[in-house]
């Protein structure tokens, strides 16, 4: 069992930036690829962004892609999205998640492919 937990969210203006975190509970850490994923109110939670247990493998959702890095820190059981230009539309609950025993440069896209989830954090963006 891995419990997931997110901080870092806020309520920040449009073009500024924030930095997720999750931490993870499992020592084996460095087991796991890891992903975020976002949930606006009545929308279907969408893939963020996602990195390899190793981290020398990132995906990122066309939306995000050159203003979100996702980063990890395997000493830390840590994993990050660092958010930057951001928009109101960016605005939802974001979610991290993680899923065991892949390949070194393995990355999921499927919310349904991933063994454990955290709590959530709230990212609200105004105009």
């Known amino acids: 069992q891995v419990q997931l937990v997110e901080s870092g969210g806020g309520l920040v203006q449009a073009g500024g930036s924030l930095r997720l975190s999750c931490v993870a509970s499992?020592?084996?850490?460095?087991?796991?690829?890891m992903g975020w994923f976002r949930q606006a109110p009545g929308k279907e939670r969408e893939f963020v962004a996602a990195i390899s247990w190793s981290g020398g493998n990132t995906y990122f959702a066309d939306s995000v892609k050159g203003r979100f890095t996702i980063s990890r820190d395997n000493a830390k059981n840590t994993v990050y999205l660092r958010m930057n230009s951001l928009k109101p539309e960016d605005t939802a609950v974001y979610y991290c998640a993680a899923v065991e025993g892949h390949g070194s440069g393995y990355v999921s896209l499927v919310p349904s492919e991933y063994d454990y989830w955290g709590q959530g954090t709230q990212v609200t963006v105004s105009s």
């Open positions: 499992r020592r084996t850490f460095s087991d796991y690829a």
